[in-house]
């Protein structure tokens, strides 16, 4: 059996295989976004002619994909139609109003997905306990529809004001088009999310209408691609939220699959922590522009329940949005910053160093790279430390010269602000670390959690430089460097399992639940669930459903998930969700309400499993011997590295990974792998596990 | 001049370390928060001050509460200078008594200790639900005098020991009308304000309690020649503006606002001599307010990663007569100061534009509307519905005024409509753009909003409404023009619809509703310039209408293919020149 995950991001694609051999294969290409599958199937078609790849042992092919945000971001959608309650055709283009920076002048706010002309009110109205006012007038549907079939739209939404209460007039639409203009592709928002809120609810079955007709022909297009190379397995797809859906789901629902990437890594922290027994992680993923962040609690990547696509990155922009398209399906919770290896470094006016958010990118990248860039980068900083090979990185196949980074930072930082070359680069590399601690607490501290009660999993090819000085910064004692931290998102599909996610808005203060109802609620929820489940082939055994609440004090916007106990099904229920949520409120925000005060349900929600009995576990992984990995040529076996004031420059020994051993060894000393660099500084010790990571300790004073 | 001394990575380090505390206490406030005003609207902002007073955070969700701090922090040290201990907080909202801006505003203190040292404050402004007083909501623009604008909190120190003063609550409880939404964000506030303390302490802790008040005296230093370097760049010179409000309320008279810009190498002042006096209905402004929105309107053409502190105010002057509009003395009412307030960066915006003409849009829609509906339920449970009102932004020096967006001054969410019906005995009838509402110009200035309530789950109810530029339209610049009229309709969809002034009290009986017809965005450059394919694009989206297109911008359009006459456009654009 082999299991073999696809991870196409913008820049690269990158291909892992796993077999019961227990041998990873790893293939990194160029990614193709002309056409995505491109780049997926040569990979593919490649690595099955050099035997890495075989059609009859391949079970599991998962796909972690980036059209669906792409066709976003460069608005190369479908043309959408919008059906809406009249009186509201413009609740999609006005928004939330907000913008995502204060006192910028040159915000622009991005284009609605529907123009107004194709968005078409008419009249109904449902009241928020879901009675019908007045009543659907067909005349008004038939002049809609009939207008946006004359103006050629592909794809048409259907969002009417409280439909989450109750969808009677959506459905009898949804209905009359299917029978009307079957050639039209339906998003319906009482299927996509029947939650309230109009704009957010507006907005996702917009993007789920605009990207449908997009993603289903590029999986249908993928999945012939794959069936002509012999590889005939089903394809499973990685959602916002971390669990894999198949593709007949993605087809219908792309709008869960946005984002899928940079989940994967996140759901791949969480099962190699639980594989080690170790529950409380704080995922960190950095690349050459952006770092990630993501908190994982009891084995389990928290969730958001909203985000935005296409908007700026900065850690203040959880809170100020505006600057994107609003998402409301669950996803994992990342904070995201403009820090990488080529954010550059500059001097103000006020003579104070800075890094970012302007970045090398790609071209002409660091200075280091010798494609002409003068501008210190990150990248250079670490080179000038002696962080980084100053000959070459990626096993040799980039090379770099130390030289170039040493210039451009003494001529651009260090020379203007009086400082030593060294003393620039480390103010640079922790600078840059510090704006990074900002995305570790955005993600910890704001909800109460002390990043020291967590570890650090740090990967992307540049997060295993940064990772013990960061942890350092943010006082968090114990990192984990995983194997293959550069293509660790990829391994991360090979560790995900298929889910679902449902949702409904169920509103009312604890003390008037009535706890056959919620019961009803739930049980309809999990027959739904059952059922899709059972259609994607998954035996009874295998379907694991778990239950949980939305709950907050009245008045508040923000809620707070809470998971329903297992067996109670009478009233102390509810007392113990009352309880539960105190405890929680206060944890996360120091304080619970004073005496008296209700509290309520907002939203209902169901997270459906399927397990496969033939799954990938880590275990699969952490034996598998590293095939793929050139070993690196050791050629000085020691260089000198700089790790400020207090040691100055020390002759610091440097490991191939695969040569570090199970009892540690002091720092300084640096682990060079193809696709990353380990840092270990003076204070901290750093070993293998048996699971082939390398961990590395600060003394905890 | 850069110090000289300043260690450039620390200052950086430092500078991200307080905008990382500022930003939890601003997460803390908005995700435990009860009321619209706060949680959907992002109307507080959150602080740390060292221990004499000064700004050296500033966590902004409002951009009209730059400077909003210092001056409510002097009067509570000047009265508790003596008398402040851990575990005390602080609290006020008086524009008199407490520097404060009008009474919903309520600000609240929490010094900082390490050991017995007091190393600073952190502090939150939230603007509340309701304060009590004669009108729910704390907006009322009929007021006369402050007594009848609700419960005034002199600067008072409500919890010793980390104990809420039981006093306190009771009074608070009794005065307000939906206590348990006043006194959570009352809660919301003081976790914000622990989330800084404890902030602050682990700064301490790693700087040493003298180096990091030598620090951050030094990231205020930084701010200061960041802003002067900015102003040193901009055109020296003097530059006027006026605008006008509609009227108080009371009297007929429009109320004229004037602004004189005056730029000499790297200070700038904004004088308002020239305003009109205050006047009798609640709309003045405290000085201290309209200090603030000099300094929102002067960030805004800056470099926006300028550290939000004390320092940034150090360069700029603003000179105002006591007894004026935009100076009110005691007792005179400021409940609905925001619409002040909205007339006030109106002008310094103006000003700016003549200065800066390749930057500075023409008039915004500044949140002249504020909506409250109140009273009690059919089930006898009492409510207040407090909504202020955008359209968006005028037309700019390059680009059209984005439609649907607050604005610079007030960046205000609005209320999702399902929420307000399940929370509210209200429903809304529609919430749309208004067509031919935009300013023609080259660049169109935004189209106005309409939004409709009616009553439908109580009697009756108070509606009380804060609206202007019913008489003065949003400005055009560099030819543009004015953003049409906002207006009222009372039942609209009835057979005798009624049309009430600009501000307003009355009782809205069950089944009955109230349109807000909000002005649109002033346009830049004339209409004639504008782009036909441009005017052709607003007609297929009925932002324009065909007749509009025709009059205002000289553009006809085949209204059976839906294109542009270009013979016919070039013959009526040419005939206008001549």
Request: proline share 5%; net charge negative.
């Amino acid at each position: 059996m082999q299991s073999i995950g696809f991870d196409v991001g913008g820049t690269f694609t990158d291909i892992v295989a796993v077999g019961n051999n227990g041998r990873l294969t790893v293939r990194k290409i160029l990614s193709t976004p002309v056409d995505y599958s491109d780049a997926i199937c040569s990979g593919l078609a490649e690595m099955i002619k050099n035997g890495q790849v075989s059609t009859q042992d391949a079970r599991h092919l998962v796909h972690a994909a980036t059209v669906a945000t792409n066709t976003v971001i460069t608005r190369t959608g479908a043309k959408v139609g919008l059906i809406t309650t009249d009186g509201f055709r413009d609740v999609l283009e006005i928004g939330r109003l907000r913008y995502p920076r204060l006192y910028n002048m040159a915000f622009e706010k991005p284009l609605p997905l529907v123009p107004r002309y194709l968005r078409m009110g008419v009249t109904e109205r449902v009241d928020y306990r879901g009675n019908v006012v007045t009543e659907l007038d067909w005349t008004n549907v038939k002049t809609a529809v009939n207008h946006l079939l004359e103006h050629n739209v592909e794809s048409i939404a259907i969002c009417l004001l409280n439909s989450y209460a109750n969808p009677i007039h959506e459905q009898l639409i949804a209905d009359y088009l299917s029978t009307f203009a079957p050639q039209i592709t339906l998003s319906v928002s009482y299927q996509v999310l029947p939650e309230i809120k109009e704009y957010e609810r507006t907005s996702t079955t917009v993007i789920n209408a605009y990207i449908k007709p997009v993603v289903a022909r590029y999986i249908s297009n993928l999945e012939k691609q794959l069936h002509e190379m012999g590889l005939d397995a089903p394809i499973t797809v990685m959602q916002s939220s971390g669990g894999t859906v198949r593709t007949a789901f993605v087809k219908e629902r792309p709008v869960y699959a946005i984002e899928s990437g940079p989940a994967a890594g996140a759901v791949g922290a969480a099962a190699v922590g639980r594989h080690l027994g170790i529950d409380n992680i704080i995922a960190f993923d950095m690349g050459g522009t952006t770092a990630k962040t993501c908190l994982i609690e009891n084995g389990i990547p928290r969730l958001a329940s909203e985000y935005e696509v296409g908007g700026e990155l900065n850690i203040g922009h959880r809170l100020l949005r505006g600057g994107g398209y609003v998402l409301r399906v669950p996803a994992i919770d990342l904070a995201e910053i403009g820090a990488g290896g080529g954010s550059i470094a500059w001097i103000d006016r006020g003579g104070v160093l800075r890094v970012g958010p302007q970045s090398a990118g790609a071209d002409p990248g660091p200075a280091c790279y010798q494609r002409g860039g003068t501008a210190a980068t990150v990248t250079d900083a670490n080179v000038v430390l002696g962080y980084l090979n100053p000959k070459y990185l990626v096993g040799g196949a980039l090379k770099i010269d130390r030289n170039l980074a040493l210039r451009a930072v003494s001529d651009t930082i260090g020379e203007p602000l009086g400082l030593s070359a060294e003393d620039a680069a480390l103010g640079i590399h922790t600078i840059v670390n510090s704006t990074m601690v900002r995305a570790v607490r955005a993600v910890s501290s704001e909800i109460g959690r002390d990043p020291g009660d967590f570890v650090l999993f740090a990967f992307g090819g540049s997060g295993p430089v940064h990772a013990a000085t960061l942890a350092r910064e943010a006082s968090m004692a114990n990192i984990i460097v995983p194997p293959s931290p550069g293509v660790f998102s990829a391994i991360g599909l090979l560790l995900s399992t298929v889910e679902h996610q449902y949702v409904q808005t169920f509103w009312r203060d604890l003390t008037k639940v009535d706890t056959e109802q919620l019961e009803n609620t739930f049980g309809g929820m999990e027959e739904e669930a059952t059922e899709t489940l059972l259609g994607e082939g998954f035996d009874k055994h295998q379907i694991q459903l778990d239950r949980f609440v939305d709950m907050r004090y009245p008045g508040q916007t923000s809620e707070i998930l809470v998971a329903m106990p297992g067996v109670q099904r009478d009233d102390s229920l509810l007392i113990t969700l009352e309880n539960a949520f105190h405890l929680e409120h206060e944890n996360s925000y120091g304080y619970r309400s004073l005496e008296g005060e209700s509290v309520e349900i907002v939203n209902v929600r169901l997270r459906a499993r399927g397990l496969s009995d033939e799954a990938f576990s880590p275990d699969d992984l952490f034996q598998a011997e590293q095939q793929h990995v050139k070993p690196v040529e050791t050629i000085h076996t020691s260089r000198n590295a700089y790790f400020g004031n207090d040691h100055g420059w020390l002759d610091t020994p440097v490991y191939p990974r695969t040569e570090l051993e199970s009892s540690p060894i002091t720092g300084p000393l640096i682990i060079e792998e193809y696709d990353a660099t380990i840092v270990v500084p003076p204070e901290a010790t750093a070993h293998v596990d048996a699971a082939n990571n390398v961990r590395i300790t600060f003394e905890t004073t | 001049m850069p110090n000289a001394n300043r260690d450039p990575i620390k200052i950086e380090l430092l500078k991200n370390a307080l905008t990382a505390i500022a930003d939890e206490m601003a997460v803390t406030m908005v995700r435990t928060a009860r009321s619209l005003p706060i949680k959907e609207a992002l109307d507080f902002s959150t602080g740390l001050l060292n221990a004499d007073g000064a700004l050296i955070a500033q966590g902004l969700c409002l951009p009209l509460h730059m400077g909003s701090f210092p001056p409510t922090m002097k009067c509570i040290l000047a009265d508790y200078k003596d008398d402040i201990l851990p575990g005390d907080v602080f609290a006020t909202n008086d524009p008199y008594l407490g520097g404060g801006t009008h009474l919903p505003d309520i600000y609240i203190f929490v010094p900082i200790f390490m050991s017995d040292t007091l190393i600073g404050f952190a502090a939150t402004i939230g603007h509340h639900t309701d304060i009590g007083g004669r009108v729910a909501g704390g907006n009322a623009c009929d007021n006369t005098e402050i007594y009848q604008e609700g419960v005034r909190i002199p600067p008072l120190k409500i919890a010793k020991e980390g104990q809420l003063d039981e006093m306190f609550l009771k009074l608070m409880r009794a005065n307000v009308r939906v206590p348990q939404k006043v006194l959570g964000d009352i809660m919301a506030s003081i976790a914000a304000c622990r989330r800084g303390e404890s902030g602050l302490q682990a700064l301490a802790d790693r700087y040493g309690v003298a180096a990091l008040r030598a620090s951050t005296l030094d990231l205020i230093d930084y701010a200061e020649e960041l802003t002067r370097a900015e102003l040193l760049e901009l055109p020296d010179g003097q530059w006027e503006f006026e605008d006008f409000l509609d009227d108080d309320g009371f009297q007929e008279n429009p109320i004229r606002i004037s602004a004189t810009l005056m730029k000499t190498n790297d200070e700038l002042t904004v004088d308002f001599r020239g305003t009109d006096p205050q006047v009798k209905g609640s709309i003045n402004m405290p000085f201290s307010f309209t200090v603030s929105c000099v300094y929102a309107c002067i960030r805004s053409v800056m470099d926006p990663s300028i550290p939000n502190n004390e320092g940034f105010f150090r360069p700029i002057t603003v000179i105002a007569e006591p007894g004026s509009f935009v100076h009110c003395t005691h007792p005179a009412p400021v409940a609905a100061r925001g619409l002040g307030a909205s007339r006030v960066t109106d002008c310094v915006w103006g000003a700016l534009a003549q200065m800066l003409p390749d930057k500075v849009f023409a008039c915004c829609v500044q949140g002249d509307y504020g909506v409250t509906i109140a009273g009690y339920t059919d089930d006898g449970a009492p409510f207040v519905s407090l909504e202020f009102l955008f359209s968006g932004w005028g037309g700019r020096p390059d680009k059209d005024g984005i439609d649907g967006l607050s604005s610079l001054a007030v960046n205000y969410s609005n209320t999702p409509v399902e929420i307000l019906e399940v929370e509210q005995p209200l429903r809304i009838e529609r919430y749309q753009f208004r067509a031919d509402t935009g300013g023609a110009g080259k660049f169109r200035g935004a189209v106005g909003l309409e939004r409709e309530y009616r009553l439908v789950e109580a009697n009756e109810a108070v509606l009380q409404v804060r609206g202007d530029r019913h008489k003065f339209g949003p400005f055009g610049l560099n030819g543009g023009k004015a953003g049409a009229n906002a207006s009222h309709l009372l039942n609209p969809d009835s057979d005798s619809p009624s049309v009430p002034p600009g501000k307003f009290m009355m009782t809205l009986k069950k089944g009955e509703s109230f349109r807000a017809q909000l002005a649109g965005g002033g346009g830049w450059g004339h209409p004639f310039e504008r782009d036909p394919a441009s005017v052709l694009d607003d007609v297929l989206n009925e932002k324009v209408s065909l007749e509009c297109a025709l009059e205002e911008y000289g553009v006809a359009i085949d209204s059976v293919r839906m294109a542009v006459n270009e013979e016919e456009t070039m013959r009526l654009r040419k005939a206008a020149c001549a």
